[in-house]
């Protein structure tokens, strides 16, 4: 079976987010058919901002590891690491060249605002043609900009679309209703159920930051633990996000 055979609406595939060699391979090692990485986690090891384009070499030297493991792999790549479609192309070619089943291409930038369509278009044309399945995401729930369905429309060329931040079933189901494409969401604790999520037609649930996120919450449970403190909280990802750097170092 095929990674694009994975995406079935109505039977979505679950896309456990990995940050290193050892959370992608506990999760293989659970039967996890395919794992993707998270941007957040990788750029967090490393001491990077997230989002910001600072961990191209991180995530390839990642997604070279992880593919050992013998599981289908998609990869964060961000916004492509950048604006210029040669240069993404060639990315998503050496990814596919590494046996990377598929890529992730975000349109939202670190200033908050969304990449033009236009250009994001050409971006995602570019990542395509090399074999791998391209997840075209829109930031436009997560930013709180832009239209969600004029960005679906307008991505209709990629393999998929994912759009985070997308919680309300009925608005689910008119974006899976607005495009022939697999629609991925992220998983949210708070939010639809995966049976939910299965009903209203979604293709792929992934859940993004949170395992790594959860598993920060773990290690320090256990720590303030030893010293008699209560457990904390799951952090959130604006949490994470002002303990990194800024800026690339």
């Given at each position: 079976?095929?990674?694009r055979?994975?995406?079935?609406?109505?039977?979505?595939?679950?896309?456990?987010?990995?940050?290193?060699?050892?959370?992608?391979?506990?999760?293989?090692?659970?039967?996890?058919?395919?794992?993707?990485?998270?941007?957040?986690?990788?750029?967090?090891?490393?001491?990077?901002?997230?989002?910001?384009?600072?961990t191209?070499?991180?995530?390839?030297?990642?997604?070279?590891?992880?593919?050992?493991?013998?599981?289908?792999v998609?990869?964060?790549?961000?916004?492509?690491?950048?604006d210029?479609?040669?240069?993404?192309?060639?990315?998503?070619?050496?990814?596919?060249?590494?046996?990377?089943?598929?890529?992730?291409?975000?349109?939202?930038?670190?200033?908050?605002?969304?990449?033009?369509?236009e250009?994001?278009?050409?971006?995602?044309?570019a990542?395509?043609?090399?074999?791998?399945?391209?997840n075209a995401?829109?930031?436009t729930?997560?930013?709180?900009?832009?239209?969600t369905l004029?960005?679906?429309?307008?991505?209709?060329?990629a393999?998929?679309?994912?759009?985070?931040?997308?919680?309300?079933?009925?608005?689910?189901?008119?974006?899976?209703?607005?495009?022939?494409?697999?629609l991925?969401?992220?998983?949210?604790?708070?939010?639809p159920?995966l049976?939910?999520?299965?009903?209203?037609?979604?293709?792929?649930v992934?859940?993004?930051?949170?395992?790594?996120?959860?598993a920060?919450?773990?290690?320090?449970?256990?720590?303030?633990?030893?010293?008699?403190?209560?457990?904390?909280?799951?952090?959130?990802?604006?949490?994470i996000?002002a303990?990194?750097?800024q800026?690339?170092?």
């Amino acid at each position: 079976m095929s990674f694009r055979d994975l995406h079935r609406p109505g039977d979505p595939l679950l896309l456990p987010n990995a940050w290193d060699y050892g959370s992608a391979a506990v999760l293989a090692a659970h039967g996890f058919a395919a794992i993707g990485t998270t941007s957040l986690g990788v750029a967090a090891a490393y001491g990077k901002p997230d989002a910001a384009g600072a961990t191209r070499a991180e995530t390839i030297e990642l997604a070279e590891t992880i593919r050992e493991l013998g599981v289908m792999v998609t990869v964060d790549i961000e916004g492509g690491f950048s604006d210029d479609p040669a240069e993404v192309s060639d990315l998503v070619a050496g990814l596919a060249a590494l046996g990377v089943a598929g890529v992730n291409l975000e349109d939202g930038r670190p200033d908050g605002t969304l990449r033009p369509i236009e250009l994001h278009q050409r971006i995602i044309e570019a990542a395509g043609g090399h074999g791998v399945f391209v997840n075209a995401r829109t930031d436009t729930c997560w930013l709180g900009t832009g239209d969600t369905l004029a960005r679906v429309r307008a991505y209709g060329h990629a393999d998929g679309v994912f759009v985070p931040g997308l919680n309300d079933l009925g608005e689910i189901a008119r974006v899976v209703a607005t495009t022939p494409l697999p629609l991925n969401v992220l998983y949210q604790p708070d939010g639809p159920t995966l049976d939910q999520l299965a009903g209203a037609g979604v293709a792929r649930v992934s859940t993004g930051s949170l395992l790594y996120r959860a598993a920060l919450q773990g290690a320090l449970a256990t720590a303030l633990g030893v010293r008699g403190e209560p457990a904390p909280h799951v952090p959130s990802y604006a949490e994470i996000t002002a303990l990194l750097p800024q800026n690339e170092p």
